[in-house]
C-alpha cells in the first residue's frame, strides 16, 4: 500500500518526537534486553509456540453482527528493515454487517519479544503508508476479570479517514508506548522468560471519532466472547 505523506500539523507529529527519543532510549535498553535474554533461563511464554494451531484458524467467522466479508483495504505493518522478521504470523480480516460500520482488524502475533523482534506500532506504521495521525483518548477495555489498556486514534489520508483502536501485549502486560513496551520485554526475560507478543488493531471507516471507537470498543468485546479460549489468549495472555 503506497501513498504520498501530507504535511503533518503540530498535533499529529507526536509520532516523530516519540520516536526520536525513544531511539536514544532504545539503544541502551535493546543491549539491556539481550544481555538479559543471553543469561535468563530460556523458558517462553508463547501461547500458539508448538502448538500447531494457525491463528489464521482462531478467528470466527462471525462476531456479533459483523460477518467476514471479501478482503479490504488493510494496511498491514511492514518492518523497517527488510530482513528483520518481526511476526511469526498476520492475520487480517474485513468483517461487514448491515446495522454497523464495517470493520477491518489486523492481529500480528511475535513468538519471543527480544532484540529486533518488537511489534510495531500503528504511530509507526501508518505515517510511512501517508497517513497524518491524530490522537484520541486512551481507552480502557473491560472483561471480566481484565482490563486492557488500549489507545486510539484517528488517521486521516488523502482518500480515506480510519478510526483507530488498538492494544498490544506483551507478555501478561500492556503498554501504551514503544517505551513502556520495551520496558516491559526486558523485565520479564530478565525475570526468567522470554514473553511473546500479539498487536491487536480494529479500524473502521468513519468521519466522526468518538462514534467510530465506540464501534470499535463493541467490536472488541464481541471479539473475545465470539472466539474460543485459544484466540482468548493470543489476545490478552488469558484463557
Not at 468485546?221 to 484463557?239: F, N, P
Request: net charge positive.
Amino acid at each position: 500500500m503506497s501513498r504520498h505523506s501530507p504535511t503533518q500539523d503540530p498535533q499529529s507529529r507526536f509520532g516523530s518526537r516519540l520516536t526520536r527519543r525513544e531511539f536514544v532510549i532504545g539503544g541502551g535498553l535493546g543491549a539491556t534486553a539481550l544481555l538479559a535474554a543471553a543469561t535468563a533461563p530460556r523458558s517462553t511464554t508463547a501461547v500458539l509456540n508448538n502448538s500447531g494451531t494457525a491463528l489464521d484458524d482462531l478467528l470466527p467467522k462471525s462476531i456479533g453482527q459483523w460477518t467476514a466479508a471479501p478482503f479490504a483495504d488493510v494496511l498491514i505493518p511492514r518492518a523497517e528493515k527488510a530482513e528483520e522478521k518481526s511476526y511469526d504470523e498476520v492475520v487480517t480480516r474485513y468483517y461487514d454487517s448491515r446495522l454497523a460500520p464495517p470493520i477491518m482488524l489486523l492481529i500480528a502475533y511475535g513468538k519471543a519479544q527480544v532484540g529486533g523482534t518488537e511489534l510495531h506500532r500503528p504511530e509507526a506504521c501508518y505515517p510511512v503508508a501517508g497517513f497524518k495521525l491524530h490522537r484520541r483518548p486512551d481507552v480502557i477495555l473491560r472483561f471480566p476479570g481484565l482490563e486492557i489498556d488500549a489507545r486510539s486514534m484517528t488517521a486521516e489520508a488523502s482518500d480515506r479517514i480510519e478510526q483507530l483502536l488498538y492494544w498490544t501485549r506483551v507478555g501478561t502486560d500492556f503498554p501504551t508506548s514503544s517505551l513502556a513496551q520495551r520496558w516491559s520485554a526486558i523485565r520479564q526475560t530478565v525475570g526468567g522468560s522470554v514473553p511473546d507478543g500479539v498487536l491487536v488493531r480494529l479500524s473502521a471507516l468513519s468521519l466522526e471519532p468518538a462514534g467510530g471507537i465506540e464501534v470499535l470498543q463493541r467490536f472488541a468485546s464481541e471479539l473475545l466472547g465470539a472466539g474460543g479460549s485459544a484466540l482468548r489468549s493470543v489476545l490478552t495472555g488469558r484463557a
